[in-house]
């Protein structure tokens, strides 16, 4: 009897794990890319720019980040932070590769965006929605979420 058990019970288990464990999902996707965890910081009057993080998944072949719209700033620049002689500098990019099964994240240190010439001050717990724009022709629409300044970069 316990032999019967000790075979039945890890082949059911085996059997019912697909549903159990929930599919992955992702905060915005389109096709064979997603996106995650996206984010700003409030801005406070006069502020021209706001640096945003992300992190994106491609699940299919090679593309390239070759820009983005929104309508609450009047350019949204793709940026990298790169070692200077003294500390980082960032400068701007015409476009971000996206290597085929790859996440890339986007954080303060590296790859990021700017939301620049600002409309407006971002608020906390508002949503700022941007479209990404691939060579490959995709776009995926995101919402960028405010939030506090203390959690954004260490997010």
Excluded: W
Aim: hydrophobic share 45%; with cysteine; aromatic share 6%.
């Amino acid at each position: 009897m316990l032999r019967r058990l000790a075979i039945v019970v890890p082949l059911v288990l085996l059997l019912t794990a697909g549903s159990v464990c929930p599919a992955q999902s992702h905060d915005f996707q389109a096709g064979a890319i997603a996106v995650d965890r996206a984010h700003t910081s409030p801005s406070v009057v006069g502020q021209r720019e706001d640096p945003a993080f992300m992190t994106i998944t491609n699940y299919g072949e090679d593309d390239v980040l070759v820009g983005l719209t929104c309508a609450v700033a009047d350019s949204v620049e793709l940026r990298a932070a790169v070692p200077a002689e003294v500390g980082i500098k960032t400068r701007s990019l015409n476009s971000i590769p996206i290597p085929a099964n790859s996440t890339l994240d986007f954080k303060p240190q590296g790859y990021h965006l700017a939301f620049v010439g600002l409309n407006y001050s971002f608020a906390p717990g508002e949503r700022i929605a941007t479209t990404l724009k691939f060579a490959s022709g995709a776009e995926l629409a995101v919402e960028f979420e405010v939030e506090p300044t203390g959690d954004v970069a260490g997010r």
